[in-house]
């Protein structure tokens, strides 16, 4: 009985560690087919002040593919920020908690409030809208981002 009990916990601390790579790759990007290489390059990460952060982060979105990029914060959190295409002129970008945080069709200054109602988590989604066939109309975002410093950000892994 205590050889199976010992095996048992050493086949646990092997296989445990694994059991969760699935479920973190599932948060971090959508399925394979929608979600985009990102070429992604962190411009700028600057502390201001004592309470707040900045991020500027510059990537690439595939034609018909997306980038999401996670926030966690705290209720009553303010977030700043603004986007611009730096190439391509066809984006789709959704600010979501729960339900629909903001979403706009070009580049845009957004500023929202985390609440407890939304959650904890926040994606800022981009997705390119040229179709598919037009496997050239790649786009570039610049994505600036001013948040607390107990907040944190979570960009997609590039292979």
Known sequence: MRKKVIIAIILLTILLPFSGCNEISQLTQSS?????QANLNIVKSVQLGTSW????????????QEVAIL???????????????????????????????????EAE?????????QGDTYTLLFRNTA???ESK???????????????????PVVD
């Open 137 to 155: 109309k790649s786009i570039t975002v610049f994505l600036e981002v001013i948040y607390p410093l107990k907040g944190e950000i979570y960009v």
């Open 131 to 133: 179709e598919e066939d």
């Open 109 to 117: 200054r957004f500023s929202f409030t985390a609440s407890q109602a």
């Open 53 to 64: 952060q900045m991020k500027q982060i510059s990537f690439k979105v595939d034609a018909a």
């Open 32 to 36: 394979a087919t929608s979600s985009s």
């Open 71 to 105: 926030l966690k914060l705290a209720d009553g959190d303010k977030v700043d920020g603004f986007f611009y295409l730096e190439k391509g002129d066809t984006v789709d970008f959704r600010i979501t908690g729960k339900s629909q945080v903001f979403r706009s069709a």
